[in-house]
């Protein structure tokens, strides 16, 4: 089993939550819960690793709080 970290975000105008894999190209989704979400993106996931090894475009680091004055 192998695990990768998603970003998710809940789109105001279209009520759903979004959700994709930062650095893996194609790995992107949306659901109306976010267990839904969840479920899509592993589908997505899978089929990318059908076509071989992904090669990540970056690797995800974290998130940051940046303030502005």
């Not at 279209?14 to 893996?24: A, D, H, N, Q, R």
């Not at 996931?45 to 475009?57: A, F, N, R, T």
Request: aromatic fraction near 6%; glycine fraction near 10%.
């Amino acid at each position: 089993m192998r695990t990768f970290t998603a970003v998710i975000e809940h789109c105001a105008d279209t009520g759903l939550y979004v959700g994709y894999v930062p650095g893996l190209p194609g790995a992107h989704s949306q659901g109306e819960t976010v267990d839904e979400l969840r479920h899509n993106l592993s589908e997505v996931i899978s089929m990318l690793l059908e076509d071989g090894e992904p090669i990540h475009e970056s690797e995800f680091v974290g998130t940051e709080q940046v303030s502005v004055d």
